[in-house]
């Protein structure tokens, strides 16, 4: 199947400051990525769905100026949490969709801390 | 947002045993997909189900959709500690992937 990764995996932040997470499809033009999020024991929810070159679509209840999407090329999408807060711990993760497929692919996750 | 209930919600058994978990809607869904994700990683695509009443088997899982295509089921024979993770179950739905809560197994040696 196809690859797509995200970094860093692991990342430690202060209260206030922004943190950025990038997701690259690595063999494949992803045409749409999404991002979600998941809490410990818990399904994933999804956040917000990006199409190259275009604003991304955030779901109900997801703060678009807290978590700013960016998907410039078709194969880098990046989610800046700002104004971090210990609540917004969590594991992110993201998918791509592309290639002519219809099946998205995951990444392995980024586990933010802030402290 | 239809939702997808996932039961049971948390499984602990012990190696060697069976187990069911179950993904049902109200509403009928095109195609039905099975995830498996372990600690810190994403999720794994395992099987992608279309047809009502379709049987799909990889190794020792057996992924089953209704006939309604309404619910679907996946059962593991003789678990084994490499089986424990957490399933979840998603239908697309306007473009995007909707998830179940997810069944979180644990299998004891």
């Known amino acids: 199947g196809a690859v797509v990764s995200q970094h860093p995996s692991r990342v430690i932040c202060k209260s206030g400051t922004s943190v950025k997470i990038e997701c690259r499809s690595l063999?494949?033009?992803?045409?749409?990525m999404f991002w979600y999020r998941q809490f410990p024991k818990k399904s994933l929810m999804l956040m917000a769905t990006?199409?190259?070159?275009?604003?991304?679509?955030?779901e109900q209840g997801v703060e678009k100026d807290k978590f700013l999407i960016n998907h410039a090329s078709l194969t880098l999408s990046t989610l800046t949490v700002t104004s971090a807060h210990p609540e917004d711990s969590s594991f992110y993760i993201c998918?791509?969709?592309?290639?002519?497929?219809?099946?998205?692919?995951f990444g392995p996750g980024t586990r933010l801390t802030v402290t | 947002t239809q939702l997808l209930e996932q039961s049971p919600q948390f499984l602990s058994i012990q190696e060697g045993e069976n187990l069911t978990v179950y993904c049902n809607s109200s509403?009928?869904?095109?195609?039905l997909q099975w995830y498996r994700q372990e600690p810190g990683e994403g999720p794994v695509l395992l099987v992608t189900?279309?047809?009502?009443?379709e049987v799909k088997k990889l190794k020792r899982l057996t992924f089953q959709f209704g006939d309604a295509r309404k619910d679907s089921s996946l059962h593991i024979t003789a678990a084994q500690t490499g089986d424990t993770g957490l399933y979840l179950c998603?239908?697309?739905?306007?473009?995007?992937?909707?998830f179940g809560q997810g069944t979180e197994l644990s299998v004891k040696p």
């Open positions: 998918s791509a969709e592309g290639g002519g497929e219809y099946e998205q692919y």
């Open positions: 063999d494949f033009q992803a045409t749409t």
């Open positions: 990006s199409n190259e070159g275009s604003k991304a679509t955030y």
């Open positions: 509403s009928v869904f095109s195609s």
């Open positions: 189900v279309v047809t009502g009443g």
């Open positions: 998603a239908r697309r739905q306007g473009g995007k992937l909707i």
